[in-house]
């Protein structure tokens, strides 16, 4: 699928690695002005220059989503520089495991800040830029587990359904200004984060997965790539399940 972004702005949270990257990458050689953060810099630093090969006006930036202030600063500069944000993808996310009884609290308040509260902070900071242009794409990174749940990922599991009910919400909020909000549910997707999971587990997984395969990051940033193009700017407050059917 081929779309025309040109001279449009596109932020990418979690942008250093895996789908993030991958997102970014996909929106870049349609021509948006991508913007990756991240926390690593060095990471960030080598996928800017990747996106640059595509689309030069594209930059990364270190920004860590759980603090409000510093995402509103961030959205500032953007807008102050750029003079537009059309595109928000939060997809910065975390997991840290543990079987609910073993769970430490500062686990749980450390998911539930990066992967709920990041999305909250990244998409009020932005929100108002696009309000201002009455256009907007917001899509925001949820995961099957928001819907299936998973042992040893409540705090996880509830994160990402928090994200399903705050972009519906938004979605509402912002509909009259032709603004949309969606949410994609990935499945078992090739990155860093089901790298780390045990050989045994990810053979489990497979089983369940009737195409047989995990997804790739491409498969995710074309989903992502239709919800920011023109052809989806009648659906908004929906959540696309991109799991090779795991989550039917
Ligand atoms: N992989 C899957 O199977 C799968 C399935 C469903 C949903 N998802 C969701 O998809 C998203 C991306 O997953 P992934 O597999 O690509 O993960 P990943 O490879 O672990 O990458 C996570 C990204 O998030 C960034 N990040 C983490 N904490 C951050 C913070 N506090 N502030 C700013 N950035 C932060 C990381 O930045 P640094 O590297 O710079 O630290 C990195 O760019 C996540 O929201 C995840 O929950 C993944």
């Known amino acids: ?133 009455k256009y ?12 299936m749940g998973n042992p040893g990922q409540a705090n996880y599991a509830a994160s990402k359904a928090g994200m399903i009910g705050f972009t519906k919400a938004v979605a509402r909020e912002l509909a009259r200004k032709q603004i949309t909000a969606n949410a994609i549910a990935p499945g078992y997707i090739q990155t860093d984060m089901t790298e780390k999971m045990e050989e045994r587990a990810k053979e489990g997984i497979l089983s369940l997965i009737p195409q047989g395969r995990l997804g790739s990051v491409e498969d995710v940033a074309n989903a992502v790539l239709f919800l920011v193009s023109d052809a989806a700017s009648y659906i908004t407050g929906h959540v696309l399940n991109v799991s090779g059917g795991l989550y039917i």
């Not at 991958?22 to 990756?36: M, S």
């Not at 907007?136 to 928001?146: C, Q």
């Open 1 to 133: 699928m081929n779309v025309d972004l040109s001279g449009q702005v596109a932020i990418v949270t979690g942008g250093s690695r895996g789908i993030g990257r991958g997102i970014a990458k996909v929106l870049a050689r349609n021509g948006a002005t991508c913007i990756v953060t991240g926390r690593n810099e060095q990471r960030l630093k080598e996928v800017e220059t990747t996106l640059q090969a595509f689309e030069p006006s594209c930059r990364a930036a270190v920004l860590h989503v759980e603090n409000l202030e510093e995402v509103e600063a961030f959205a500032k500069g953007i807008y102050g520089d750029l003079g537009r944000i059309d595109i928000l993808v939060n997809n910065a996310g975390i997991t840290d495991d543990q079987l609910l009884l073993r769970m430490k609290e500062e686990q749980w308040d450390r998911v539930i800040e990066t992967n709920l509260k990041g999305v909250f902070n990244c998409t009020k900071a932005v929100a108002r830029y696009m309000l201002k242009k």
């Open 136 to 147: 907007g794409r917001i899509v925001n990174i949820s995961s099957v587990i928001a819907l």
